[in-house]
């Protein structure tokens, strides 16, 4: 990574310190390995990754003028979820709600941790309600829970919001998640389709969206997955965090475990959608096949390249690149706005 032209040297900065500016080194553990060794490896991403949340936010100033409160809901399996509402303090006209689904390939990482909660923050100080849903994940401190129980804890928490829009001051929900999160996003809209609920989705912005699945076949068409494997992320960790959301492997085509795969038949009549991705990203190109797929239903959609960025840059660096942090914060805000 570090001697690839394209990237912003400011990143290189941050990964230097964690071993993540190189190659990543090669783990014995991949898709084809047991349950077992996929949930150890997991779990010890998910404490790496705590690691990184924390070095990065100890220096994060806080956002002032945010109200923020933790609404605790029942789950589909009698499972409590968390949800972390942040509104802009003394706000009295209804606005845009902002549905946060975390990152974390819907196996790792809570919603609670203080990147997801500064991202929350930033979102909401644009004039807007943010809420961030802690679902059950596929494995680490909130697992080991496989597909369906991520998406429908997110749908559930979806539910409480739009039940409670006028309470909450909310105008209109947009659904929003970056990586794993960006999956969630795209997955609800799909299954809103399915059960006709689309009345509560108004608009979906997914950032570097985590949603091809059988990493360990790299198709010709993801041509991010050869020419941008190992910068930050490798296709042989992502495979093994797929293995874990789908261990029987019987969702690998279901396009609301992996949306990658829906028909262009089954994206017609959603709403307006915005993909967001990194041009460094090893996923990039599934997020650009899923835009093409929108555009092709006639979905009014919109596609951003994030030049000079590795996966999810613009959401976890805010301090190193804030002026891309900035533009995509600006950006999410204005498509809310324009819905």
């Keep these: 990574l570090r001697e690839d032209n394209r990237v912003d040297p400011r990143i290189i900065k941050v990964l230097e310190p964690f071993g993540l500016d190189g190659a990543q080194p090669t783990s014995t553990i991949d898709h084809s390995s047991s349950l077992e060794e996929q949930l150890l490896f997991s779990a010890e991403t998910e404490g790496f990754f705590h690691q990184i949340d924390e070095s990065i936010t100890n220096n994060v100033a806080p956002i002032e003028g945010i109200e923020r409160s933790t609404e605790v809901i029942q789950g589909p399996d009698g499972n409590d979820i968390k949800l972390y509402i942040h509104k802009p303090v003394n706000s ?122 059988n990493y360990g076949t790299k198709p010709s068409e993801l041509v991010s997955l050869f020419e941008n494997d190992g910068y930050f992320l490798s296709a042989q960790s992502m495979g093994v965090l797929a293995a874990v959301y789908d261990p029987s492997r019987e969702n690998a085509q279901n396009p609301l475990c992996w949306p990658y795969h829906a028909r262009v038949a089954e994206l017609e009549g959603l709403p307006p959608h915005v993909i967001s991705v990194n041009e460094l990203d090893p996923l990039r190109d599934e997020g650009l096949v899923y835009f093409r797929k929108l555009m092709q239903a006639g979905v009014d959609a919109r596609g951003r390249t994030v030049n000079g960025t590795v996966h999810a840059a613009d959401v976890l660096f805010p301090n190193a690149i804030p002026e891309v942090t900035d533009a995509t914060i600006n950006d999410i805000a204005s498509f809310a706005r324009s819905l």
Excluded at 141 to 164: E, K, Q, R
Excluded at 190 to 195: I, T
């Design 92 to 213: 009295s006209d209804a606005m845009p709600c902002i549905y946060h689904t975390h990152g974390g390939g819907m196996v790792i990482l809570q919603g609670s941790m203080g990147i997801y909660s500064h991202w929350r923050d930033r979102l909401s100080a644009t004039g807007m309600v943010v809420v961030g849903v802690e679902f059950r994940n596929g494995a680490g401190a909130l697992g080991d829970h496989p597909f369906p129980a991520g998406l429908s804890d997110s749908m559930a928490g979806l539910d409480w919001v739009y039940t409670n829009k006028t309470q909450l001051g909310i105008s209109k929900i947009i659904l929003s998640g970056e990586s794993g999160g960006g999956n969630l996003a795209l997955a609800l809209t799909l299954r809103a389709k399915k059960e006709g609920q689309l009345d509560k989705v108004q608009g979906t912005y997914a950032l570097c969206p985590y949603i091809y699945g």
